[in-house]
């Protein structure tokens, strides 16, 4: 009997570790729209997302993300920020967003969640 009991528990070890390793990581993405003072979207605009690892009054650290893209005819470009993305993590990232396209400029925020689409929207002026 005790011979049956090892083999029982090594198939039921063998299984859960078979479902552990089928565990899907989804992608982490963030899109970005560009819209004109007036709502409409802005084909062709530069949008810059970044951050930096540390930041203080004497010490402004190396970007730890910094990444460029250009909107398409819908106002909205994607980036994908998987291969960032560290199995159990809490949080990913919050970074600054920087758009131009000509004269025009705007700014703003996105907050990175793991394995999720995120989305923000920055108006140019």
Do not use: W
């Not at 479902?19 to 992608?27: A, D, N, R």
Request: proline share 2%; charged share 20%; net charge negative.
């Amino acid at each position: 009997m005790r011979k049956t009991h090892t083999i029982g528990a090594l198939l039921f070890g063998a299984a859960a570790l078979g479902l552990l390793g089928c565990y899907e990581v989804e992608e982490t993405i963030a899109n970005v729209t560009v819209l004109n003072e007036l709502g409409t979207p802005v084909q062709g605009a530069e949008v810059r997302l970044y951050a930096f690892g540390s930041v203080d009054t004497d010490f402004i650290g190396e970007p730890r993300f910094d990444t460029t893209g250009v909107t398409n005819a819908a106002g909205m470009v994607t980036f994908n920020f998987s291969e960032f993305y560290v199995a159990g993590q809490a949080g990913f990232a919050v970074l600054d967003i920087d758009a131009t396209k000509g004269n025009l400029n705007g700014t703003g925020l996105i907050k990175i969640e793991e394995m999720q689409t995120n989305e923000a929207t920055v108006y140019l002026e």
